[in-house]
């Protein structure tokens, strides 16, 4: 069994869905071991550097690497990264320990033969990520209450916040004029996205 301390759902959901990535393109695992050097040593205050870096290798690929395969990890491991860490490049040692775990899990993912499907949501930046967060530990429910804090009412909208992250604005001419900012309310869940988040809540109390 693969221990998953110190990641949160949605951190090891992208670890995974890194190492399939990269499993699929058939990209070298010492590859990634060197950005993850590169990470740890020259972006560890700043985790834009890890792309600049990857673009790098990738624009001078066929001069640096041993081959032309070289240049196709250096392109993989640039497409994965940009698409899957970008939320994390102001948090370099979150970064650090997501391509720690990729490293393992591409391992894991050559010896057993099968890579399944990824199951990773793109998020690209910090408050994406956030809501992903909750969104990964929480299995709403069509008619499900949920407590919310009013953090808005402007005109006939009211914008709740939900479980501290998800900010939602109704339209509400009735409860907007009796809503105030700062309230503690009950919402109920009136529809979902695809992705199983909140779309739309009603104040119900």
Not at 19 to 39: C, F, H, M, P, R
Not at 169 to 191: F, M, R, W
């Amino acid at each position: 069994m693969l221990i998953t301390e110190d990641l949160t759902e949605l951190q090891w959901q992208i670890a995974h869905a890194i190492a399939q990535s990269l499993v699929k393109a058939d990209t070298d695992v010492n590859e990634l071991g060197k950005a993850i050097a590169y990470l740890r040593n020259y972006a560890n205050q700043d985790g834009t550097k890890l792309f600049d870096y990857l673009k790098t290798l990738v624009r001078n690929g066929r001069q640096i690497g041993h081959s032309k395969r070289t240049s196709d990890y250096y392109q993989a491991i640039d497409n994965a990264c940009n698409q899957y860490l970008k939320a994390y490049q102001d948090n370099p040692p979150v970064m650090l320990h997501i391509l720690g775990w990729s490293y393992r899990l591409m391992r894991y993912y050559k010896n057993t033969g099968s890579v399944g499907e990824i199951s990773a949501p793109v998020v690209e930046s910090a408050r994406q990520a956030e809501i992903a967060e909750v969104v990964s530990t929480h299995d709403f429910q069509v008619g499900q209450v949920l407590d919310a804090t009013v953090t808005g009412v402007k005109g006939n909208k009211v914008t709740y916040t939900i479980l501290e992250t998800i900010k939602l604005t109704e339209k509400d001419p009735k409860k907007a004029k009796l809503l105030s900012e700062g309230q503690t309310v009950k919402v109920e869940v009136v529809s979902l996205k695809e992705d199983g988040s909140l779309k739309k809540v009603k104040c119900v109390g």
